[in-house]
């Protein structure tokens, strides 16, 4: 069932185009990395996938009854972020605050929603614990959750082990993964890591200045995609 069609996007900014004929397609249950070097336009058209932007050109239909706020996102995390002044469980539960209007009070449901959330992502150890006394890996946990409290169809990753490191980064990754293959949750993550793409990912869109986008496997045998794994392992020795 196709959730987001694009078609022929241009996306730019003040009149100036950054990319442009933009073609891909996700359908529900889809694990899509996008790739591409620094500044190629990766967090912009997360940006206007979000709607918060405008492409120059071109279409985004979404399908499958999907609605713009039943897209989560979860941005590169900034400083301001590290430092928010809450509990983990107080964090997480805000997630919900898009779908209760004006009701001043978290239901029970909502209350055992958010605990199993915090089970499969966790961070049930840190409910009570202050999120600014965390590592940067239980950070985005807890990140994770509360846009998963706001929706479970569809989440957008902005580079979300940057910062973190080995193991923490691995924990995220099988996070991730094990929300799209148990619980069907659709993935459309950022990544730098080309490792990660060939273990996890079931689509890839590489933008910059060659466009490529297919299943993993297409990735993988294309020109472009070899030579960057080849890079990459490289790199690691
Ligand atoms: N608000 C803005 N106004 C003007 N130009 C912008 C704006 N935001 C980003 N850009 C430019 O658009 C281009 C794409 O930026 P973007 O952040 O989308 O790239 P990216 O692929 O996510 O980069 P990175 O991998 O470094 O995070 C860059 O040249 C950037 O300088």
């Known amino acids: 069932m196709k959730l987001i069609t694009c078609e022929n996007l241009t996306l730019g900014y003040e009149g100036k185009a950054i990319l442009s004929g933009l073609n891909f397609t996700v359908n529900s249950g889809d694990y899509l990395c996008i790739v591409g070097e620094n500044g190629s336009g990766k967090s912009t058209l997360m940006k206007t996938l979000l709607h918060l932007q405008s492409p120059m050109a071109g279409t985004i239909t979404m399908g499958d009854g999907l609605k713009i706020n039943e897209i989560g996102y979860l941005p590169q995390q900034t400083a301001l972020q590290r430092d928010f002044p809450a509990s983990v469980e107080e964090i997480v539960m805000s997630g919900f605050l898009g779908r209760m209007g004006l009701r001043p009070f978290y239901t029970k449901a909502e209350k055992k929603e958010a605990r199993e959330l915090m089970e499969k ?5 840190l409910a009570d614990r202050c999120y600014r006394e965390l590592s940067g890996g239980q950070q985005q946990r807890v990140l994770l959750t509360r846009a998963l409290c706001a929706t479970r169809k569809i989440l957008l990753l902005d580079e979300p082990v940057s910062g973190l490191d080995p193991v923490a980064t691995a924990d995220m990754y099988q996070i991730i993964s094990e929300l799209n293959k148990e619980d069907h949750v659709t993935i459309i993550m950022i990544s730098h890591d080309i490792g990660e793409v060939a273990n ?3 689509h890839v869109l590489h933008i910059g200045h060659r466009l490529f ?5 297409e990735y993988m045998n294309s020109k472009i995609g070899k030579h960057l794994v080849t890079a ?5 020795a």
């Open 213 to 217: 986008f297919g299943t993993k496997e």
């Open 121 to 125: 992502t966790r961070i049930t150890d």
């Open 200 to 202: 996890y990912a079931s």
């Open 232 to 236: 990459g392992e490289e790199a690691k």
